[in-house]
Protein backbone atom coordinates (compact mmCIF):
# COMPACT_ATOMS: atom_id res chain seq x y z
CA UNK A 1 0.00 0.00 0.00
CA UNK A 2 1.38 3.29 -1.08
CA UNK A 3 0.77 6.05 1.84
CA UNK A 4 2.88 8.49 -0.27
CA UNK A 5 -0.15 11.00 0.09
CA UNK A 6 -1.34 14.01 -1.95
CA UNK A 7 1.17 15.03 -4.44
CA UNK A 8 2.03 18.84 -4.91
CA UNK A 9 3.68 19.15 -8.38
CA UNK A 10 5.21 22.79 -7.70
CA UNK A 11 6.70 22.99 -11.12
CA UNK A 12 3.29 22.38 -12.79
CA UNK A 13 1.60 24.17 -10.93
CA UNK A 14 4.22 27.66 -11.29
CA UNK A 15 3.66 26.67 -15.31
CA UNK A 16 0.00 26.98 -14.80
CA UNK A 17 -0.03 30.57 -13.32
CA UNK A 18 2.87 31.63 -15.35
CA UNK A 19 0.25 30.68 -18.32
CA UNK A 20 -2.68 32.25 -17.01
CA UNK A 21 -0.51 35.60 -16.12
CA UNK A 22 -0.54 36.82 -19.97
CA UNK A 23 -3.70 35.63 -20.76
CA UNK A 24 -6.07 36.24 -18.30
CA UNK A 25 -4.16 39.67 -17.57
CA UNK A 26 -5.08 40.45 -21.61
CA UNK A 27 -8.49 38.81 -21.57
CA UNK A 28 -9.42 41.26 -18.85
CA UNK A 29 -8.11 44.14 -19.99
CA UNK A 30 -9.80 43.91 -23.36
CA UNK A 31 -13.53 42.60 -21.55
CA UNK A 32 -13.43 46.01 -19.46
CA UNK A 33 -11.75 48.63 -22.06
CA UNK A 34 -13.83 47.34 -24.52
CA UNK A 35 -16.64 45.43 -23.45
CA UNK A 36 -19.61 46.08 -26.01
CA UNK A 37 -17.16 45.14 -29.00
CA UNK A 38 -15.46 42.35 -27.11
CA UNK A 39 -18.78 40.71 -26.87
CA UNK A 40 -19.93 41.48 -29.69
CA UNK A 41 -17.27 39.31 -31.55
CA UNK A 42 -18.63 36.69 -30.26
CA UNK A 43 -22.16 36.94 -31.39
CA UNK A 44 -23.74 39.36 -28.07
CA UNK A 45 -25.14 42.37 -28.20
CA UNK A 46 -24.56 43.94 -24.27
CA UNK A 47 -27.15 47.15 -25.26
CA UNK A 48 -27.00 50.03 -22.94
CA UNK A 49 -25.84 47.76 -19.85
CA UNK A 50 -22.02 46.87 -20.67
CA UNK A 51 -21.31 46.60 -16.54
CA UNK A 52 -21.59 43.14 -15.68
CA UNK A 53 -19.30 42.35 -18.56
CA UNK A 54 -16.61 44.82 -17.24
CA UNK A 55 -17.34 43.41 -14.07
CA UNK A 56 -16.73 40.56 -15.16
CA UNK A 57 -13.36 41.35 -16.80
CA UNK A 58 -11.89 42.72 -13.50
CA UNK A 59 -12.20 39.41 -12.32
CA UNK A 60 -10.23 37.87 -14.80
CA UNK A 61 -7.51 40.56 -14.77
CA UNK A 62 -7.87 39.57 -10.95
CA UNK A 63 -6.94 36.24 -12.12
CA UNK A 64 -4.18 37.56 -13.77
CA UNK A 65 -2.29 39.74 -11.18
CA UNK A 66 -3.18 37.00 -8.51
CA UNK A 67 -1.22 34.50 -10.94
CA UNK A 68 1.74 36.73 -10.87
CA UNK A 69 2.29 35.72 -7.17
CA UNK A 70 1.04 32.07 -8.15
CA UNK A 71 4.07 31.89 -10.46
CA UNK A 72 5.99 33.06 -8.02
CA UNK A 73 5.50 31.51 -4.91
CA UNK A 74 3.00 28.22 -5.75
CA UNK A 75 2.47 26.56 -2.49
CA UNK A 76 1.66 29.81 -0.62
CA UNK A 77 -0.87 30.92 -3.54
CA UNK A 78 -2.29 27.29 -4.29
CA UNK A 79 -5.78 28.24 -2.97
CA UNK A 80 -5.98 30.20 -5.94
CA UNK A 81 -6.51 27.09 -8.31
CA UNK A 82 -9.42 25.80 -5.57
CA UNK A 83 -11.31 29.09 -7.24
CA UNK A 84 -10.44 28.74 -10.32
CA UNK A 85 -11.78 25.15 -10.20
CA UNK A 86 -14.67 26.01 -8.44
CA UNK A 87 -15.67 29.15 -10.48
CA UNK A 88 -15.03 27.65 -14.02
CA UNK A 89 -16.96 24.41 -13.33
CA UNK A 90 -20.01 26.76 -11.74
CA UNK A 91 -19.58 28.52 -14.97
CA UNK A 92 -20.09 25.60 -16.90
CA UNK A 93 -22.67 24.52 -15.61
CA UNK A 94 -24.59 27.47 -15.89
CA UNK A 95 -23.59 28.01 -19.62
CA UNK A 96 -24.78 24.30 -20.66
CA UNK A 97 -27.89 24.73 -18.59
CA UNK A 98 -28.94 28.13 -19.85
CA UNK A 99 -27.40 26.53 -23.74
CA UNK A 100 -29.31 23.71 -23.21
CA UNK A 101 -33.10 25.26 -22.21
CA UNK A 102 -32.71 27.96 -24.71
CA UNK A 103 -32.00 25.60 -27.62
CA UNK A 104 -35.20 23.83 -26.46
CA UNK A 105 -37.02 26.74 -26.52
CA UNK A 106 -35.86 26.93 -30.27
CA UNK A 107 -34.24 30.10 -29.32
CA UNK A 108 -30.41 30.77 -30.94
CA UNK A 109 -27.12 29.90 -28.95
CA UNK A 110 -23.89 32.27 -30.30
CA UNK A 111 -21.59 29.62 -30.79
CA UNK A 112 -19.40 31.87 -28.02
CA UNK A 113 -21.17 30.48 -25.05
CA UNK A 114 -20.14 26.83 -26.19
CA UNK A 115 -16.42 28.03 -27.25
CA UNK A 116 -16.44 29.44 -23.94
CA UNK A 117 -18.25 26.50 -22.07
CA UNK A 118 -15.62 24.27 -23.87
CA UNK A 119 -12.66 26.26 -22.49
CA UNK A 120 -13.86 26.83 -19.14
CA UNK A 121 -14.42 23.09 -18.97
CA UNK A 122 -10.53 22.27 -19.81
CA UNK A 123 -9.41 24.74 -17.36
CA UNK A 124 -11.04 23.35 -14.68
CA UNK A 125 -10.32 20.20 -14.93
CA UNK A 126 -6.43 21.08 -15.90
CA UNK A 127 -6.43 23.05 -12.60
CA UNK A 128 -8.75 20.06 -10.47
CA UNK A 129 -5.38 17.69 -11.72
CA UNK A 130 -3.04 20.41 -10.56
CA UNK A 131 -4.86 20.76 -7.12
CA UNK A 132 -3.25 19.20 -4.26
CA UNK A 133 -6.68 17.52 -2.58
CA UNK A 134 -6.58 15.15 0.53
CA UNK A 135 -3.33 17.96 1.41
CA UNK A 136 -3.88 18.57 5.35
CA UNK A 137 -2.62 21.77 7.46
CA UNK A 138 0.08 20.48 9.31
Same mark, same amino acid.
Not at 7 to 15: G, H, L, N, S
Not at 47 to 59: E, F, M, N, R, W
Not at 82 to 89: D, G, I, R
Given at each position: MNNAGP #???? @?????AFRVSVPSALLLGAVMMIWPSAFWRLL??? =??? @????????? !??IFGVGLASIAGARAPRSHVG $? $? $? $? =? #???? !??AVIALLTHGVLTLMADQPVPLAVWVIAALWLHQAVSNARLYPWGIKDQ
Open positions: #VFDE @AKVRKGMD =LGA @APYPAILYG !SV $L $L $L $L =L #VCYK !SV
